[in-house]
């Protein structure tokens, strides 16, 4: 069974960096989602298993890291320059083929973490 923990969420305020991490029962092509009340879960970042490749969303491009340790089965989601907008539930995911940025792809989902940006 493919169990993915998330942990890391909180609140911050507007300028301020925060890192999620996703914990793995296995190795897998990961991504991060995020989520916000009535709205559709939203691609974050992904992150190749085989060659490490990473992906981004325009809103997130140069202010967020995904990153893996390979021997911890962990995936990290570095946020940085926090915005009000970036408020939402994240939500990591693992899909066993390639990455994908769409959350149907995805073969497994963790709990979600609450991440709140003050201004």
């Known amino acids: 069974q493919v169990t993915l923990v998330e942990s890391g969420g909180g609140l911050v305020q507007a300028g301020d960096s925060l890192r999620l991490s996703c914990a793995a029962s296995?190795?897998?092509?990961m991504a991060w989602f995020r989520q916000t009340p009535g709205k559709e879960r939203e691609f974050v970042a992904a992150?190749?298993?085989?060659?490490?490749?990473?992906y981004y969303a325009d809103p997130v491009k140069d202010r967020f890291t995904i990153s893996r340790d390979n021997a911890k089965n962990t995936v990290y989601l570095q946020m940085n320059s926090l915005k009000p907008e970036d408020t939402a539930v994240y939500y990591c995911a693992a899909r066993t083929v390639v990455p994908s940025a769409l959350a149907s792809d995805q073969d497994y989902w963790g709990q979600g973490t609450q991440v709140t940006v003050s201004s």
């Open positions: 992150i190749s298993s085989r060659t490490d490749t990473t």
């Open positions: 296995g190795r897998f092509n």
